[in-house]
Antibody, heavy 117, light 106 residues
Framework: EVQLVESGGGLIQPGGSLRLSCAAS????????MSWVRQAPGKGLEWVSV???????YYADSVKGRFTISRDNSKNTLYLQINSLRAEDTAVYYC???????????WGQGTLVTVSS | EIVMTQSPATLSVSPGDRATLSCRAS??????LAWYQQKPGQAPRLLIY???TRATGIPARFSGSVSGTEFTLTISGLQSEDFAVYYC????????FGQGTKLEIK
């Protein structure tokens, strides 16, 4: 059974940093495209970043230069390092598995990041 | 960036009736369009991909169609568990979501 379990969210001050983790089971993160998608409170969904099987990484313009996606194949875990946090980064962050044709077939339960002083 | 526009923002339908949700792409996305359902406090769930293919385990009352850049999600015989927010997403050129349609009980 495919499972994605995020952790690492919390309350952080503006300008701070946080690392989100996503532990995967039932499949290998190294053999799949993996993305992060976020959802601000009461708002819609926004794609944030993707890491390809080749380890290539891409980011939404809103987070480019501040966020870094990575994975640890030995731990079967996906990460999102988020730096220089802003109030507008407040959101639930979802880890998602992407199919070969690029839609998202499995989602984690999400982890809430709140940026506030 | 491809902009996805969903309508209406809120749709009120009675249980047992049919709901029709729309999603328009600002340019061609071929058939690279997915629909997701999200209930309060839960992660989104994949319903439809490739504009019209139901995901594993999705009931037949959910169907998707396309005409040009206009995509439609139809839910027939609405059941209580279908009242939720629905998002469309294009994955032709990166990934963008519509703003969502809230399906509420009439």
């Amino acid at each position: 059974e495919v499972q994605l379990v995020e952790s690492g969210g919390g309350l952080i001050q503006p300008g701070g940093s946080l690392r989100l983790s996503c532990a995967a089971s039932g499949f290998s993160v190294s053999n799949n495209y993996m993305s992060w998608v976020r959802q601000a409170p009461g708002k819609g969904l926004e794609w944030v970043s993707v890491i390809y099987i080749t380890s290539g990484t891409y980011y939404a313009d809103s987070v480019k230069g501040r966020f870094t996606i990575s994975r640890d194949n030995s731990k079967n875990t996906l990460y999102l390092q988020i730096n220089s946090l802003r109030a507008e980064d407040t959101a639930v962050y979802y880890c998602v598995r992407e199919t070969e044709t690029s839609y998202f077939d499995y989602w984690g339960q999400g982890t809430l990041v709140t940026v506030s002083s | 960036e491809i902009v996805m526009t969903q309508s209406p923002a809120t749709l009120s339908v009675s249980p047992g009736d049919r709901a029709t949700l729309s999603c328009r792409a600002s340019q061609s996305v071929k058939n690279k369009l997915a629909w997701y359902q999200q209930k309060p406090g839960q992660a989104p769930r994949l319903l439809i991909y490739g504009a019209s293919t139901r995901a594993t385990g999705i009931p037949a009352r959910f169907s998707g169609s396309v005409s040009g850049t206009e995509f439609t999600l139809t839910i027939s015989g609405l059941q209580s568990e279908d009242f939720a927010v629905y998002y469309c997403q294009q994955y032709y050129n990166w990934y963008t979501f519509g703003q969502g349609t809230k399906l509420e009980i009439k």
